[in-house]
């Protein structure tokens, strides 16, 4: 294959990732974003309507000349991507179209990772169960995303703290040896940030930080208007920055880490604890409840305004707004985005984090650092394992 004839195909794949983030261009529009002329990306966008991948959509508002045609990805093209969330002890399955749309009635499913040992095939048994009921055939499927907790190496395929494969090869490859289909994987909080980056409060922005409040605190940040993964890909573990004043040991193997006093498990048991000893709060009566994870409970009672519930997110969130305080100092982000299942109660948290980032920050820094909770809600781990496949894959 000739060099133009690889660059030609690259700009086809480019041309149909920025109508995915993007929904509806003019040719224009996309001219400007991958920096081709005219010219040329109205020969591409031609190729790409008449393989039934783009559909004219009608002309853009007037901007006071002719006005120009829109375009769209085509959804009847039937190509689909299957996007996985995990953390530690919930995965969610979704199936979307090119318009990222859910085509397929999302799966949750409640499993601990820590506690399986046969985590690896538990996952490969779901997906090709979820797969199956879903009657798309497997050419019609794109590739497979998915975000996952732990030391992730996404160049490498692997996750140093979860899924074990027997012999040389990697998660990635062993995944997708026994799906028959590209699979690719991450850092579930880098890819919550992703989907903050293409479809959030981050979108045209260079410098952010998502916090991923859940089981531990997960961080992913943009940097440059990219995914900052650091040296070895590992950037982000904001849950061991060591400013706990406790003596308690982390999941990691170290003390003090910021994960002992503001993961979710840790606030329920803190709660459960206070109960036991006679505070009273609807967590009592909550926590009866099977059907969802105390976790998940905890959060919505802080929302309904629980006085408990309330109290002990406030000491989390005011710890966790110290540690922000600190990564403003080295990144100077526009903005903080609180994203994760902790967006359940985010509006709870925004006070003490912002008592604890004008108490501990440069007043110069922190003013000029917006702090928002996520829309994207708990859907942004969904969104970015659907985004780490159309970064990944080629239409070609």
């Known amino acids: ?20 983030y993007g929904k509806m261009l003019t040719l224009t529009e996309l001219s400007n974003l991958t920096h081709k002329s005219l010219p040329l990306i109205t020969t591409v966008v031609n190729d790409l309507v008449a393989d039934g991948y783009v559909l004219e959509s009608g002309l853009a508002p007037s ?66 169960n979820y797969i199956l009921e879903s009657g798309i055939p497997l050419h019609q499927i794109l590739g497979v995303g998915i975000g996952m907790p732990g030391f992730v190496n996404a160049a490498e395929g692997v996750n140093h703290t979860f899924f074990n494969v027997q012999g040389d090869v990697n998660l990635r490859k062993h995944l997708t040896d026994e799906l028959g289909l590209p699979v690719f994987i991450d850092n579930d909080s880098s890819l919550i940030a992703l989907a903050e980056l293409k479809f959030g409060a981050g979108k045209g922005l260079n410098d952010v930080m998502v916090v991923n409040v859940g089981w531990g605190i997960g961080l992913g940040m943009i940097i440059n208007g990219s995914l900052f993964r650091g040296h070895s890909g590992y950037a982000g573990e904001f849950s061991h920055i060591p400013l706990s004043q406790s003596n308690k040991l982390c999941s990691c193997g ?10 979710l498990l840790v606030l329920v048991e803190r709660a459960k604890l206070q109960i036991e000893e006679g505070m009273s709060s609807s967590l009592e009566q909550r926590f009866l409840d099977t059907s969802k994870l105390h976790g998940d409970h905890f959060l919505e009672a802080a929302k309904a305004g629980d006085p408990l519930a309330v109290s002990i997110l406030a000491d989390a969130a005011f710890l966790i707004g110290k540690g922000l305080a600190t990564l403003i100092h080295i990144i100077n982000p526009e903005l903080i985005v609180l994203g994760g299942r902790g967006t359940i109660a985010g509006k709870m948290m925004m006070a003490p984090i912002q008592q604890a980032i004008h108490e501990f920050c440069i007043p110069r820094l922190a003013e000029h650092t917006d702090v928002k909770v996520s829309e994207l809600g708990t859907e942004s781990g969904l969104l970015g394992a659907a985004t780490l496949v159309i970064e990944n894959c080629n239409f070609n």
């Open 254 to 263: 170290k003390r003090g880490c910021l994960e002992v006093d503001t993961s």
């Open 63 to 128: 901007t006071g000349g002719r006005r120009a045609l829109t375009f769209l990805l085509n959804k009847k093209k039937q190509r689909f991507i299957i996007a996985v969330a995990m953390d530690q002890l919930v995965t969610q399955i979704a199936i979307y179209d090119l318009l990222n749309q859910v085509r397929i009635e999302p799966q949750l499913l409640q499993f601990s990772l820590k506690d399986d040992p046969a985590v690896t095939q538990t996952l490969i048994s779901v997906l090709k």
């Open 1 to 20: 294959m000739t060099a133009s004839i690889k660059k030609y195909r690259q700009l086809r794949t480019d041309v149909i990732k920025h109508l995915y």
